[in-house]
């Protein structure tokens, strides 16, 4: 008898399955999930940019911009002086400034002891309000001047100078100082209209264009800025006429003593 054949030896069973390829729609899932993770995160970036960087940028330059003027301080009050006087005759008024000139600062009481911004020639966003503070807007009034001396300033971001500008109240003052002059306004009233509304700039706010325009008898400021809160829809806008005015070298208004803010130049006030 021949002996039986020897067994073939079997393979081993696998004792791990291969893995599975993805699909190609849970790759899809996958990409789009990060695509969406590196937007969030931009999107967050550009929001903290936006409010917060901004704001930082624009306040260290608006400072350099207010030193850098280097005008002579308001003349400090002797001990026991009596207060400066009030004028409320013809005050003086300068020529309009060049696109981009800073000729004034903006004190009010209101919005703080610390608050001061510097006032410049156009309302151009890029040039003007994202970088210098305030803008005046061509061809109105100069601060003193008849008519209406129109304004404009970021509500948020780049500084935003007008940011408490609906926390103004009738009656408080608004003060304008140029190189040697002080201009004290008083709200008189505030509105919300839309862009499109450029009344409000008028010589007399309120007067549409077209209309003939009266004889000017009266010194308004108006100050605008975009409205509601991080929108462009609608302007928030105020109004404030001039009370009374005095020269430089002759103190600060009471308005700003009194209410303790700081004045740049003026002892103990910002330097």
């Not at 306040?59 to 850098?68: D, K």
């Not at 020269?247 to 003593?257: A, K, N, Q």
Request: glycine share 10%.
């Amino acid at each position: 008898m021949t002996a039986p054949a020897a067994a073939w030896p079997q393979p081993a069973t696998r004792r791990h399955a291969g893995r599975r390829r993805p699909s190609a729609g849970s790759a899809a899932v996958g990409v789009l999930g990060e695509l969406l993770i590196t937007a969030g995160v931009l999107l967050g970036l550009f929001v903290v940019w936006q409010l917060w960087w901004t704001d930082v940028v624009a306040h260290r330059e608006h400072t350099q911009v207010l030193h850098a003027l280097q005008w002579e301080p308001p003349a400090a009050a002797a001990p026991a002086a009596p207060a400066p006087v009030e004028r409320r005759d013809e005050p003086p008024v300068d020529p309009e400034p060049a696109f981009g000139e800073v000729f004034a600062q903006l004190y009010v009481p209101r919005f703080g002891p610390d608050y001061v911004a510097p006032i410049a020639g156009g309302v151009d966003r890029r040039e003007v309000l994202d970088r210098l503070g305030i803008g005046h807007y061509p061809g109105t009034a100069m601060p003193g001047g008849l008519g209406n001396f129109a304004t404009a300033g970021h509500r948020t971001t780049f500084g935003k100078p007008y940011n408490q500008i609906a926390e103004l109240r009738h009656g408080d003052a608004v003060v304008v100082r140029t190189r040697t002059t002080w201009y004290v306004y008083r709200v008189t009233s505030h509105e919300i209209v839309w862009p499109t509304q450029i009344e409000v700039v008028s010589p007399i706010p309120g007067l549409k264009p077209g209309e003939p325009l009266p004889q000017l008898t009266q010194r308004f400021m108006t100050m605008t800025a975009c409205h509601p809160m991080f929108s462009a829809r609608q302007r928030y806008v105020v109004h404030a006429e001039l009370d009374y005015w005095m020269p430089v070298s002759e103190g600060i208004p009471r308005d700003l003593t009194d209410a303790g803010v700081n004045v740049i130049g003026a002892e103990g006030g910002g330097s």
